[in-house]
Nanobody, 127 residues
Framework: QVQLVESGGGLVQAGDSLRLACAASGRTVSRAAMGWFRQAPGKEREFVAGISWSGTFTYYADSVKGRFTISRDNAKTTVYLQMNALKPEDTAVYYC????????????????????WGQGTQVTVSS
């Protein structure tokens, strides 16, 4: 059994920074590409950032390019989302997701490609 747990969310002001983390527990996900998604009030869940199993390839939604950075530790046990220059429109519940059996350089940008999901962490950016 695999469980993903997000942490690091909170209430910040516009322009502030926040770092989210996603840690896995239980059974190890084999060759897992990782992604971050978010869902704002009244909106559908959307892709934010993805990183390959190797950790060397990343992809970002246009709305966060230049502000957010996805990374993972050397052991590939935790994935992070560094969020800088936060805007009120970044307010959402942020979810991490894992895709097992990935190629070393594969990055996935749609929810249907992911096998495991965390419960989410709230990020609120005030103006």
């Amino acid at each position: 059994q695999v469980q993903l747990v997000e942490s690091g969310g909170g209430l910040v002001q516009a322009g502030d920074s926040l770092r989210l983390a996603c840690a896995a527990s239980g059974r190890t996900v084999s060759r897992a590409a990782m992604g971050w998604f978010r869902q704002a009030p009244g909106k559908e869940r959307e892709f934010v950032a993805g990183i390959s199993w190797s950790g060397t390839f990343t992809y970002y939604a246009d709305s966060v390019k230049g502000r957010f950075t996805i990374s993972r530790d050397n052991a590939k046990t935790t994935v992070y989302l560094q969020m800088n220059a936060l805007k009120p429109e970044d307010t959402a519940v942020y979810y991490c997701a894992a895709r097992s059996g990935s190629g070393s350089g594969d990055v996935y940008t749609t929810a249907r490609h992911y096998d495991y999901w965390g419960q989410g962490t709230q990020v609120t950016v005030s103006s």
